[in-house]
């Protein structure tokens, strides 16, 4: 995206400091040769001086580069990185900065020429927002402004598709008065938000939920299953979650994970199913005695048929439960629920 080395722009704008202000600089932002910023204490510590007037030293040497004859020379090469920031969006994470703009290399030295740069700001990171960048206030205000409205109006548990999301997102833009931009833009702008956030399948959702922040095999059994959109054997999960996260998980382990998680429901010989998709948990006298609360006395055909809507089993098992003295035959064939 820049058609210059950072390296050696930041090396030569360092060029003309005090020996002191160059060491702290580059000790600081990681611009030697490993590559490995210190701490304020580090540095301290080897000079026998405080943290606070290590940073002071920092500032100052900061302000020595921009007021250098370097930092004039170097103009062509800070307002092409603008214009690279620009291009991205104008507004971006710290993270999506570095991974789309320069090599891993030259990282530490373009966050030194956004430090020193007059044409870009940061904004630190908060509860809401990740470390970000930007050549444009106005429009930082504005997304930023966008992405809470947009994080306020999503449900907790929502998964949305993404061409779906960003429809929803232009719309939160547009009340902010920013039209037109992108999906690539508008993806950077979400990145932002901590409070937003995409799963491994382009689903986008609140960032806190067990849908969007994979921690572990039930998570990716959820995803699968919501994926699949139909129930599916322990077995089969366990194989899909390998097809599609490329993530090992034991058909055994599978099991246990989904027995112990109540957004699945066992509704046949090892087949799962989701909760949301309206399965009830328990057994099949469980599911018949559910079913007569809710429509009354029906006869055997009326309530096989509706079992098998929530549960894979045979018919002579559906009849087997009917057994059970929680139900009662009344004279005119159909069953109820025993009084």
Not at 28 to 54: C, H, N, Q, W
Not at 70 to 89: F, I, Q, V
Request: proline share 3%; hydrophobic share 35%.
């Amino acid at each position: 995206m820049i058609s210059f080395s950072p390296r050696a722009v930041s090396k030569d704008l360092l060029s003309e400091l005090p020996e002191r202000s160059r060491h702290v600089l580059v000790e600081r932002f990681g611009l030697g040769p490993k590559g490995v910023s210190r701490t304020l204490d580090a540095i301290g510590k080897e000079y026998g001086i405080t943290r606070e007037r290590i940073r002071q030293i920092e500032n100052h040497g900061i302000s020595l580069v921009r007021e250098s004859s370097k930092y004039t020379e170097h103009t062509s090469e800070l307002n092409d990185l603008k214009a690279a920031l620009h291009a991205l969006g104008a507004l971006l994470a710290n993270n999506t900065v570095l991974s789309e703009i320069s090599e891993e290399k030259d990282r530490n030295h373009v966050v030194f020429l956004l430090t020193v740069g007059h044409q870009f700001a940061d904004r630190r990171e908060s509860n809401d927002f990740y470390a970000r960048w930007h050549t444009d206030e106005q429009l930082a205000d504005q997304v930023e402004r966008a992405l809470m409205n947009l994080a306020a109006s999503t449900e907790a548990d929502r998964l949305t598709p993404e061409e779906e999301f960003m429809q929803i997102f232009a719309k939160a833009l547009k009340q902010e008065g920013i039209k037109n931009r992108p999906n690539d833009v508008l993806t950077r702008w979400l990145l932002i938000s901590k409070r937003i956030g995409r799963n491994p399948l382009g689903e986008w959702g609140r960032a806190d939920s067990p849908h969007i922040r994979i921690k572990n095999t039930r998570d990716f059994a959820y995803l699968t299953l919501r994926r699949h959109g139909s129930p599916m054997h322990f077995t089969e999960v366990a194989k899909n979650i390998k097809d599609l996260f490329s993530r090992d998980a034991h058909p055994a382990t599978t099991h246990n994970e989904l027995i112990k998680d109540n957004r699945f429901v066992l509704v046949g010989r090892g087949l799962y199913a989701l909760k949301e998709w309206g399965y009830n948990p328990g057994v099949v006298r469980d599911v018949i005695r559910q079913i007569l609360e809710r429509e009354g006395a029906l006869t055997r055909e009326e309530i096989v048929e509706r079992v098998r809507r929530e549960r894979y089993v045979k018919d002579a098992t559906i009849a087997a439960n009917l057994q059970h003295n929680i139900f009662v035959r009344l004279p005119d064939g159909r069953h109820s629920l025993a009084k």
